[in-house]
């Protein structure tokens, strides 16, 4: 019994939308990757503009279909420039990047946090203003 090993690099078909080939197959290939990635935050930036200034979307409901369109767009980022993938090299970076998201959700909500504790037990001006006459 034999293993089948492949050394060839992988086809188009193997690849991530963000990853590039190490054989270095040309500049085009990369380039392509930008533009598509470039096509696609754009589509989102326009759309996101589009649906905040349109009547398309029920009223209330725009803040959840502008916090979709900005997920999305980060994953573009994250695949087609940063070229973030699910393969094994990558892994420290996605690990630095869930802690660099945990850092910045924790500084959010702490923040947010505070304020309301703040906003809560500090004693409203309408009533120091009656104090001090």
């Known amino acids: 019994m034999s293993e089948a090993h492949h050394d060839a690099a992988p086809g188009p078909e193997d690849l991530a939308p963000g990853e590039e080939r190490l054989d270095g197959s040309g500049v085009a290939h990369g380039v ?8 696609l935050a754009a589509g989102l930036t326009a759309a996101s503009f589009y649906f905040a200034g349109s009547g398309l979307i029920y009223g209330p409901a725009i803040p959840a279909a502008l916090v979709a369109l900005a997920v999305a767009q980060m994953g573009v980022h994250l695949v087609f420039f940063l070229h973030l993938t699910t393969g094994s090299d990558n892994t420290n970076n996605i690990l630095a990047l869930a802690f660099g998201i945990l850092i910045v959700t924790l500084v959010i909500v702490g923040s947010l946090w505070i304020m309301a504790n703040l906003n809560h037990n500090m004693v409203p001006m309408s009533r120091v203003m009656q104090m001090q006459r």
Do not use: A, E, T
């Open 32 to 39: 392509r990757g930008y533009l598509i990635g470039l096509v």
